[in-house]
């Protein structure tokens, strides 16, 4: 009798339900699924998704899943089915080379309702919109562009010199992130707008801080974690009436989206004045990225409704189209475009500084390096001087080719990398994969790789944590730090593939000029370098979000 009653219906069910969570979810992922066989980051990862969100909830995934590879190698397990690999062959050649496609990790970073290269998830779509600009930001258009050396020149010269040679002069230390942040924008959007239409944020003070808060209010540090980690709990939570971050950020803020939107708009009378002769085409003053956006995007059929996203559904709640913010309606191509361009204006701020803040630091820090970048910098042809009579630039070829300032960027860029975070890629559908060691890898795993463990094997880059720009340099000083010829295949900052950094060029061009402006004309010290320490995170700059340093003219010596 006790035993009927113990075998009754809801109790055989309980210990159905029992067994089957019991395999489903604990023995089978532990034991027997094709990931068993590769090492735990935690012994939690196996059976669980908790431990990885939690770790990257605390903001301490990168230098977690380092540690992890450090002990089990280069392939390790974040979750039951989501993996670490940190090797470049069956790694990140596989994965990357192979254009595995995204996740809804990159979904945060659509624009007006609409996703651009960097937040299209699947190949199709993104290789359409990656075809529309790749030219002007190849090397070659780059280096021989008349439009981007007069930007640079003008910004240069007319923006970034005197303010730093009045610091100089009344003995004045500057915040460099913060002018790091506005020259990055003032060059990017010179070259997308034109420089009669982009910011000024250098000079104007106000304008930039106006700028920075709406970009904080759109983009906040902690919006990261629930958008692009869980953003589907987030949406959900959302309709569910519980917001776990303010309202304005999960939907759209009005503001923030304007300003490119209004920026475009702008771009589009320089052009009709360049095409109705009334202006002359400059160089510098031309929308280059705007126009051939326009240009291609026009021969495209696109669809009359924005595509269904987030935002969009947000902007219909609140009774109003998506394409009515500024109060003047924007047809889909305008919004493609301005999607576009708003998401590589947020990437350009979100990178360019930090990299140039951190060789800032590393070469205030050192003195002899510093001084060896300045005489590579003074034997240029024509130097890059302040206060010469012509306000002439190097010639953008001529910069790419010096050793020192090349190697003192990729070696920052190694050990400070602007994204050192995992890049999240899906393994495709109908095959099996192979990561490292590991064959039988099944569709639809999630497979990460981080510049931040990358660039610290040992075995590539001998004293992963010191900054040595020697080891770019093909030299004997370099033999201690050289370890294999595969550092550049290990170089992972732009990431690699069909998804790799699409401004890695512009980046590395304005960069060079920039540096060669504040190097070769004045001599840098630490004035407040507290929080340097850079976050760990998919994007990280410094925690203290500043880096003061006090500017001298350079010293005169013959160098
Ligand atoms: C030092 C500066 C920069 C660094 C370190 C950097 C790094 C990266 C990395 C690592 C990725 C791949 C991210 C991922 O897939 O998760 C990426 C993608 C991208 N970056 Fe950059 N970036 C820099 C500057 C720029 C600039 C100046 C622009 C535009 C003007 C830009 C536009 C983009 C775009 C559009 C993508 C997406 C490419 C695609 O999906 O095809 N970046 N960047």
Redesign the pocket.
């Known amino acids: 009798m006790a035993l009927i009653e113990f075998l009754s219906v809801p109790s055989v069910t309980l210990v159905a339900i029992s067994i089957f969570v019991l395999v489903r979810h604990i023995l089978y992922p532990a034991f027997f699924s094709p990931l068993a066989k590769i090492p735990n980051a935690h012994p939690l990862a196996a059976i669980t998704p908790a431990w990885i969100t939690w770790i990257r909830f605390t903001n301490v995934e990168n230098k977690t899943v380092y540690e992890a590879h450090k002990r089990h190698g280069p392939v390790v397990r974040l979750g039951p089915s989501e993996l670490s690999v940190n090797c470049v062959d069956h790694g990140i050649k596989t994965i ?1 080379g192979k254009g595995f496609e ?1 996740t809804n ?2 979904s945060f970073f659509a624009n007006y309702g609409i996703l ?5 998830l699947q190949s199709h779509p ?1 290789s359409t ?2 075809k529309r600009i790749s030219n002007v ?1 190849s090397k070659s258009h780059l280096l021989g562009s008349a439009d981007v050396q007069a930007i640079v020149s003008q910004i240069i010269h007319e923006r970034i010199l005197p303010l730093i040679a009045n610091k100089a002069a009344t003995n004045t230390p500057i915040d460099v992130f913060i002018l790091y942040q506005a020259a ?1 924008l003032d060059l ?1 959007s010179a ?2 707008f034109g420089l009669p239409v982009g910011t000024n944020f250098i000079q104007n003070d106000d304008a930039r801080n106006k700028w920075l808060q709406q970009y904080h209010k759109s983009h906040p540090f902690d919006a990261i974690f629930w958008l692009q980690h869980i953003p589907g709990l987030t949406l959900f939570l959302a309709k569910l009436g519980i917001h776990v971050l303010p309202k304005d950020r999960i939907w759209f803020n009005d503001e923030f989206d304007a300003w490119c939107l209004n920026l475009c708009a702008r771009a589009e009378n320089l052009l009709a004045e360049v095409d109705s002769g009334t202006d002359e085409r400059q160089p510098g003053n031309f929308p280059v ?1 705007y126009e051939q956006l326009k240009r291609i995007t026009k021969k495209e059929k696109m669809s009359e409704e924005p595509s269904i996203h987030l935002k969009e559904s947000a902007a219909r709640q609140k009774g109003r189209e998506v394409g009515d913010l500024l109060d003047v309606p924007r047809s889909p191509q305008q919004l493609e475009i301005a999607s ?1 361009l708003l ?3 947020v ?2 701020h ?3 500084p ?3 803040l951190y060789v800032s630091w590393e070469l205030s820090r050192n003195p002899e390096m510093q001084r060896r970048l300045r005489a590579e910098l003074k034997s240029l042809p024509i130097p890059l001087e302040y206060g010469s009579a012509e306000k002439s630039i190097p010639d953008a070829r001529t910069l790419d080719d010096l050793p020192l300032l090349h190697a003192v960027i990729m070696e920052t ?1 190694r050990l400070h ?3 050192p ?5 899906v393994t495709p559908q109908g095959s099996v994969t192979q990561v490292g060691d590991y064959a039988g890898i099944p569709p639809g795993t999630l497979v990460n790789s981080y ?1 931040w463990s990358l660039h610290r094997n040992p075995d590539v880059f001998p004293d992963p944590e010191g900054w040595h720009p020697e080891r770019w340099l093909e030299s004997e000083e370099s033999a201690t730090y050289q370890g294999s010829d595969k550092k550049e295949r290990w170089f ?4 690699s593939g ?7 060029n ?3 061009q ?2 060079k000029f920039t540096l060669a402006a504040l190097y070769t004309n004045f001599f840098s010290t630490i004035v407040d370098d507290e929080g340097i320490e850079q976050m760990d995170g ?1 994007i990280a700059g410094p925690k203290g979000d500043k880096l003061v340093l006090a500017f001298k003219p350079a010293p005169q010596e013959t160098e």
């Open positions: 990357y995204k990790f990159y651009n290269m960097f937040s299209s993104h919109k990656k930001y990055a990017t070259y997308f990225v576009e998401d590589q204006l990437a350009t979100g990178t360019l930090i990299t140039l860029l990398p602007a994204i975070g995992g890049q999240p890629r510049a992972w900052a732009f990431s069909s998804r790799m950094c699409v401004g890695s512009f980046a590395m304005v960069m998919y």
